[in-house]
């Protein structure tokens, strides 16, 4: 394609690894000419891999996973970014655009303890880690008896404070679980209707200059059409919803043939508070259909639910 090679910037965990390496080994599929040596892998540090003792919505801020990220982008550094979507703000740095939706993984989540095979059957007062404020609001929407205390790190340093016994149970996505080949782990996996999934969960975004057609070009080959829709509708929700990475929302799209089924969540972060909302339609109206359950749910949650959502933390 082209003389020099092409730099992939991507975080240095073994998923954020796994998934470039995904990345190459689908691009040298693509393109039968290209060589292994002609894709350089470049690994960049962000701030949500190096402040690792507090909550990510306490640090605040939005594209924790991103920014060093999209700065090499910006400045020529690297050509492509591989990204858990999941982790990434709904608008882009201008001049930056996401070209590519490689196809979702299971969006899921999975539980994981040494002590009970499943949520239901934790004994009452049972200590659950995660970091994430939509897994501890609906854990104690389903089971106010737990105690969910924070608990960060990477999947690897999860698994191993679970099995140092810092907590009963973890929770964590199937997605990055099969992708670092450890879903033997896995004690049970969450129905999505207990436990809905993050927005873009699962899915592994492609991220380039948009000036740059010879890489959007390059990429092409690896979009998956139905992927690049769900998220699409996902994120729109999001975006309508996002004051603030402290607001517990959950959604999940799915796409059968033109026809696409969203269903979304907002939740207060102590579970007692929940407002869900579906929607269907077709694949081409997949924004309008996300921002307009967006609407739907602030609406109905109302002025007084954002005031002590902030005001509670
Ligand atoms: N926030 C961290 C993060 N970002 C992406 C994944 C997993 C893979 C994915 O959802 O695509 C994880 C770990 C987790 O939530 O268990």
Same mark, same amino acid.
């Given at each position: 394609?082209?003389?020099?090679?092409?730099?992939?910037?991507?975080?240095?965990?073994?998923?954020?690894?796994?998934?470039?390496?995904?990345?190459?080994?689908?691009?040298?599929?693509?393109?039968?000419?290209?060589?292994?040596?002609?894709?350089?892998?470049?690994?960049?540090?962000?701030?949500?891999?190096?402040?690792?003792?507090?909550?990510?919505?306490?640090?605040?801020?939005?594209?924790?996973?991103?920014?060093?990220?999209?700065?090499?982008?910006?400045?020529?550094?690297?050509?492509?970014?591989?990204?858990?979507?999941?982790?990434?703000?709904?608008?882009?740095?201008?001049?930056?655009?996401?070209?590519?939706?490689?196809?979702?993984?299971?969006?899921?989540?999975?539980?994981?303890?040494?002590?009970?095979?499943?949520?239901?059957?934790?004994?009452?007062?049972?200590?659950?880690?995660?970091?994430?404020?939509?897994?501890?609001?609906?854990?104690?929407?389903?089971?106010?008896?737990?105690?969910?205390?924070?608990?960060?790190?990477?999947?690897?340093?999860?698994? %191993?404070?679970?099995?140092?016994?810092?907590?009963? =149970?973890? !929770?964590? &996505?199937? +997605? @990055? $679980?099969?992708?670092?080949?450890? *879903?033997?782990?896995?004690?049970?996996?969450?129905?999505?209707?207990?436990?809905?999934?993050?927005?873009?969960?699962?899915?592994?975004?492609?991220?380039?200059?948009?000036?740059?057609?010879?890489?959007?070009?390059?990429?092409?080959?690896?979009?998956?059409?139905?992927?690049?829709?769900?998220?699409?509708?996902?994120?729109?929700?999001?975006?309508?919803?996002?004051?603030?990475?402290?607001?517990?929302?959950?959604?999940?799209?799915?796409?059968?043939?033109?026809?696409?089924?969203?269903?979304?969540?907002?939740?207060?972060?102590?579970?007692?508070?929940?407002?869900?909302? %579906?929607?269907?339609?077709?694949?081409?109206?997949? =924004?309008? !259909?996300? &921002?307009? +359950? @967006? $609407?739907?749910?602030?609406?109905? *949650?109302?002025?007084?639910?954002?005031?002590?959502?902030?005001?509670?933390?």
């Amino acid at each position: 394609m082209q003389s020099k090679p092409v730099r992939i910037g991507t975080r240095g965990s073994r998923l954020a690894l796994a998934q470039t390496e995904e990345v190459k080994r689908r691009l040298l599929f693509a393109h039968p000419g290209l060589r292994a040596e002609d894709i350089e892998i470049v690994v960049i540090s962000t701030k949500g891999d190096r402040i690792l003792d507090r909550p990510l919505s306490e640090i605040g801020g939005k594209g924790l996973f991103t920014e060093e990220i999209e700065a090499g982008l910006l400045d020529g550094s690297i050509d492509l970014a591989v990204h858990s979507l999941k982790d990434m703000p709904t608008s882009l740095p201008d001049g930056l655009m996401l070209s590519a939706f490689l196809e979702r993984e299971d969006p899921r989540d999975a539980f994981i303890s040494p002590r009970a095979k499943s949520l239901a059957e934790l004994p009452p007062g049972a200590v659950v880690g995660t970091a994430s404020l939509r897994r501890q609001a609906q854990i104690k929407a389903l089971r106010p008896d737990l105690e969910v205390i924070t608990f960060r790190g990477n999947v690897e340093t999860r698994l %191993r404070k679970l099995a140092a016994g810092e907590v009963d =149970a973890t !929770l964590l &996505a199937l +997605a @990055g $679980l099969k992708r670092l080949g450890l *879903a033997d782990r896995v004690t049970a996996v969450l129905d999505p209707v207990d436990m809905l999934p993050a927005v873009s969960q699962g899915a592994i975004a492609l991220e380039t200059r948009i000036e740059d057609e010879l890489v959007r070009e390059f990429l092409a080959p690896l979009n998956h059409r139905p992927t690049e829709i769900a998220v699409t509708a996902e994120r729109a929700l999001l975006a309508t919803l996002e004051g603030s990475c402290r607001t517990p929302i959950a959604a999940h799209a799915e796409v059968a043939g033109e026809h696409l089924t969203l269903i979304a969540r907002l939740l207060s972060v102590d579970g007692t508070q929940m407002f869900e909302t %579906r929607r269907e339609g077709h694949v081409n109206d997949a =924004a309008a !259909l996300g &921002a307009d +359950a @967006g $609407l739907e749910l602030k609406s109905r *949650a109302g002025d007084a639910f954002f005031a002590t959502l902030f005001g509670s933390l």
